[in-house]
């Protein structure tokens, strides 16, 4: 049901609330039968409001963005074309706004991950002052970013349940500045082994491989852009298992790893 046609059914319920009230069936019931078309007329308009926030937001797969179901075919940021532009003094300006349905506890969080990247790189993340593009940082249903530059008003969603810690912070900002995950990079056969019977059913998707730019780092089982051994999984059995050794930790990183801010500044040429 769509805003238009939502807003014509409480018109014409309106239109015979006031045709109830040239009819003399008495004074309660004339109040009665307006308070209760008024009240169905904001309950309508509030769900037609919900219905078009909804369809506003990205489809989601996992915790990437995509403006369309079919887009997910197609590897959206494995080229510079994706990335936010160098200025001249050498630092890459990325504008952004944050929602106030944040507290000030939410959100110093996500300004502190978006400190983190001005620490350590040439990466300077700045309140929009009529940017056309943008990040725009809202609570919605989960975690989840587009990646790369996409253009216009880009959202990002750090779930004010269940998002909003450093390490996600951070892991969705990369994301917005290009990077996958790491469990899908290209090399990624040659570190650890995929156990698709383990993956619960419907989410295999989590870990196509891609052909990412690797920027001549190594595979780095301490990126905050790695997973852990049981993403995913349908049966509480692990889903990916390093090689050679099985026994190494991974996807517990807490932080951006040395590699994260190693590629981040090759990317954008710190």
């Not at 630092?91 to 952004?96: C, F, G, L, R, T």
């Not at 790695?226 to 889903?239: C, E, L």
Request: hydrophobic fraction near 35%.
């Amino acid at each position: 049901m769509t805003t238009t046609v939502c807003m014509n059914l409480c018109e014409r319920l309106l239109g015979i609330c006031f045709i109830h009230m040239l009819i003399d069936f008495g004074q309660f019931i004339l109040v009665l039968t307006y308070f209760f078309i008024t009240y169905l007329h904001v309950y309508l308009y509030l769900s037609c409001m919900k219905m078009t926030r909804v369809k506003e937001e990205p489809f989601v797969m996992d915790d990437i963005a995509y403006d369309s179901v079919s887009e997910r075919n197609a590897d959206q940021c494995t080229s510079r074309g994706c990335l936010w532009s160098r200025s001249a003094d050498g630092n890459v300006y990325v504008p952004y706004t944050i929602a106030s349905h944040y507290s000030s506890r939410e959100r110093s969080i996500i300004e502190r991950g978006l400190q983190s990247f001005h620490d350590v790189s040439c990466i300077r993340f700045t309140q929009r002052t009529g940017q056309r593009d943008y990040l725009s940082i809202q609570s919605h249903n989960g975690c989840y970013s587009y990646v790369g530059r996409r253009g216009s008003a880009q959202s990002v969603s750090l779930d004010r349940q269940g998002c909003l810690y450093h390490n996600t912070v951070q892991h969705e900002l990369l994301h917005a500045l290009g990077f996958h995950h790491e469990q899908c990079r290209s090399d990624r056969d040659q570190h650890i082994r995929i156990l698709w019977e383990n993956i619960q059913s419907g989410w295999e998707y989590a870990f196509d491989k891609i052909d990412t730019l690797n920027l001549n780092t190594p595979y780095d089982y301490n990126s905050v852009m790695q997973y852990h051994r049981y993403a995913f999984s349908g049966n509480n059995k692990p889903t990916m298992v390093p090689i050679p050794n099985a026994n190494v930790e991974f996807g517990t990183s807490t932080e951006m790893s040395k590699n994260d801010i190693a590629r981040l500044n090759r990317l954008y040429k710190c």
